[in-house]
């Protein structure tokens, strides 16, 4: 059979202009009076927004504290020493005093950062199980092999919340104090501990199973609390909204980081009379030091920080616009010196023809 164009086959698309590709098209041709402009306009803008960026971020306040406990670094030391090679340590409770000589602008966030603590690594960012997370009752009787070795006890009861990454849970507690007055008493700075989770982590991702005659203790029977835990999931915390699998500080953890030094939300000072922030004076924060670090060569600190309309402290990304402008402005001049200097042998050319 000969193939014919104005026979249509069964293979041959219909003929239209998109099919053919006979569609107009622009191709616009880049001179120098375009393609400069471009560059040089580019660039101001990246450096401009750039500017902004970075001016924004240095503006935000941070304190910050390293209460890991090496030698000659405060009272912590002495619980890191307590804790040394026993697991899990035994508690022990710490001070940090701090002085502000002016005010602390809010709203002011209270965040515990870890270093050289890999949640990125494979095998630990999946011992998990979603399905046991989101409140099923079939997934929390069995939990799935990706928890191994922390998917059922010693006794052979099932694990809830079962994996790695629960049973590493983030387990030190932080209150803070403030003197109004020189040798005065120290009062409570009421902490913020809700909405410090992702919406959708706490309403969406993670539920607990329904409940027992009224009781999230009987849901829970049968399981066992992963061995790192000092108490069962359901005894988190005394709000009957925030214990369990929905327990924010719980959900605030699951949320794995990318890199090994990562900070995580505590809490927010936003209530009474700091909710404008935290006036001059003297301050301390009670540390019940529980969360061994020592082993694998980490830290574990405390940073009150104030944010902008960009978020965090983060000066990254004002000096990635900063850069990207100034290499456009760069390329500009350059591709400018090399259309003036070839211009003339250019115009000789076209007369020559």
């Not at 925030?242 to 030094?261: K, Y």
Request: charge should be neutral; include cysteine; hydrophobic fraction near 35%.
């Amino acid at each position: 059979m000969t193939w014919s164009a104005t026979a249509r086959g069964a293979h041959q698309p219909d003929n239209t202009a998109f099919t053919q590709q006979r569609l107009p098209a622009w191709q616009p041709l880049l001179s120098a009076s375009i393609a400069l402009p471009l560059f040089f306009c580019a660039g101001l803008a990246f450096i401009g927004l750039g500017l902004g960026l970075y001016y924004s971020s240095n503006g935000i306040k941070e304190l910050e504290y390293d209460y890991t406990g090496d030698l000659g670094t405060g009272n912590c030391s002495v619980c890191a020493a307590i804790g040394q090679g026993r697991a899990p340590p035994p508690r022990c409770s710490c001070a940090w005093y701090f002085s502000l000589p002016e005010f602390f602008q809010g709203p002011v966030f209270l965040y515990y950062e870890l270093t050289n603590f890999y949640q990125n690594n494979r095998r630990y960012g999946v011992s998990r199980d979603d399905a046991q997370l989101s409140g099923l009752q079939s997934a929390l009787r069995h939990p799935v092999n990706e928890c191994y070795p922390y998917q059922y006890s010693a006794a052979g009861l099932p694990i809830a919340p079962c994996g790695a990454i629960a049973n590493s849970l983030f387990n030190d507690s932080f209150s803070l104090w403030h003197q109004r007055l020189p040798g005065g008493p120290y009062v409570e700075v009421p902490l913020d501990r809700t909405g410090i989770a992702w919406w959708t982590d706490y309403h969406v991702k993670f539920r607990n199973p329904p409940l027992v005659n009224g009781s999230l203790a009987l849901a829970f029977q049968g399981t066992a609390p992963p061995p790192s835990w000092h108490r069962p999931v359901y005894e988190l915390s005394p709000d009957p909204n925030n214990t369990g699998f929905i327990n924010q500080d719980f959900v605030v953890w699951m949320r794995t980081a990318a890199l090994p030094t990562f900070r995580k939300l505590y809490a927010r000072i936003r209530q009474g009379n700091y909710s404008a922030g935290l006036p001059r004076g003297t301050y301390r924060v009670n540390i019940t030091y529980n969360y061994p670090v020592r082993a694998f060569g980490g830290h574990k600190l405390i940073t009150f920080s104030s944010i902008s309309w960009m978020g965090g402290k983060n000066p990254f990304l004002g000096i990635a616009y900063l850069v990207v402008g100034s290499l456009c402005i760069l390329m500009g001049f350059v591709m400018l010196v090399v259309y003036i200097r070839y211009q003339d042998q250019n115009d000789e050319d076209e007369d020559d023809e």
